[in-house]
């Protein structure tokens, strides 16, 4: 194809606009939705591993929940970070 002539392909992006939008906002709104039910699971174990330390009596069973506990409390808060923020929140 010479440099000149355009694409006639029938999938041209600037023909279907609309729905490239509608489908990258469908899109978006179900990655939104997978990084927010990720992160409330890890906001859960990191729950789970802050409340079993206050339990464990060993330094080193303590020292790996905190440690856990620290892991998923981060990888929470990265993904609530990601997220929009919704009115009222």
Do not use: N, W
Not at 7 to 16: E, K
Not at 53 to 59: F, L, N, S
């Amino acid at each position: 194809m010479a440099k000149d002539e355009k694409s006639t392909f029938p999938g041209a992006l600037r023909d279907h606009q609309d729905a490239v939008k509608a489908e990258a906002e469908k899109v978006g709104t179900k990655i939104d939705e997978a990084f927010g039910k990720l992160a409330k699971k890890m906001r859960e174990r990191a729950d789970k591993a802050k409340g079993k330390m206050g339990e464990a009596r060993k330094p080193e069973k303590r020292a790996v929940l905190q440690r856990r506990f620290k892991l998923y409390a981060d990888a929470a808060t990265h993904l609530e970070e990601r997220l929009p923020q919704r009115d009222g929140d």
